[in-house]
């Protein structure tokens, strides 16, 4: 038995730091993704290969535990390790891995790995898993075998996303519904704008126990639950953010009736918005995101927002089709007069889920 999988990375339209605080998210999937090229094989020895990297990592099923394996190999070895705890009969596999996304640039090319490594192995193994759950299981491999606390977001994204759509998805309930996200006329433009992540500036985990500890304070179990910031937060910093967790979850409401009417104008008046707040109020923007957000409408761009959780990574813009050449150049030729690294600029839309290639 062998076949081929696809999974996609995604990117998250409107609603940033809301999933951890059990908010709305609106991910659509991307047309990039990882391909897994499976064989089923019953010696119980699961056998990597990514044309991105090099070399071989044979992995003992037997002997398969979180911890156990380290580097690349932790994401499609630590899916096959939760199935088999989950007591899906696995009984090994050869896995060649190829991707047309860029590794940790924020697109999800982790989860879109494992999406992919979960639908060939139970797929290969006639295991009719529903989608929701193998995305459980992807997320459960990425905590428990590459060490990354991450929500559900982008594995249930690369899962469940469909072609012309964004998938909203509430991170309280889990409950996900498809928003039909249609460009016509208009482009949304990615600036990759080449400062990357601080990761070990600790920002995103200080952000989290901000709003943990803004949580605490008004008695909630998630930030979300809140629907304008209460007097009873007296703390500037923990109201800021709270201001923007309780305005973002309302921007992602807004995003979708302004989807619903076809109001493009309307939709990027709430991504700036978006990345207003993420600046002003939860103050994880950077430099170059800001320059490429003020740039873009001075250029005719509808909105724009940085996206992920900041201090670096990508800016997505949304245009009309006959402004997106200008709106790039503009944000190129203002990089350039400040010295800073030329963007790279592409254009994406919402491409299909996860599906069997061959
Ligand atoms: P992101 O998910 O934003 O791309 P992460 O740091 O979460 O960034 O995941 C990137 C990691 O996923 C890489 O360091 C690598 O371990 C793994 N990975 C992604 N794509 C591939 C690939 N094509 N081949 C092997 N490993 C990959
Ligand atoms: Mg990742």
Redesign the pocket.
Known sequence: MTGVWYAP?RINLIGEHTDYNGGLVLPFALGSG?TVSAARRDDRLLVLR????PGVVTVPLDELSPGRIT??AA?PAGVAGVLRAAGYPIAGATLS???D???????????A?ECATALALTRLYGLRVPRTELARYAQQAEHEYAG?PCGIM?QAASLLCTEGHALLMDCASGATEQVPLDLAGHVLLLVDTRSPHVLSDGGYARRRGECEEAARLLGVSALSEVTEVPAALPDPVLRRRTDHVVTENDRVRRAIEFLRAGDAAGLGRVLTASHRSLRDLYEVSWPAADVTVDTALDAGALGGRMIGGGFGGSVLLLATLDRADDVAGSVSGAYAARGLATPVITRVSPGPGAYRRS
């Open positions: 990375g990882v990514s044309a991105q990297l580097g690349w994401y891995i190829d991707s996304l860029p590794r940790g640039a924020g697109l999800s090319s982790s989860a790995l990354t982008d």
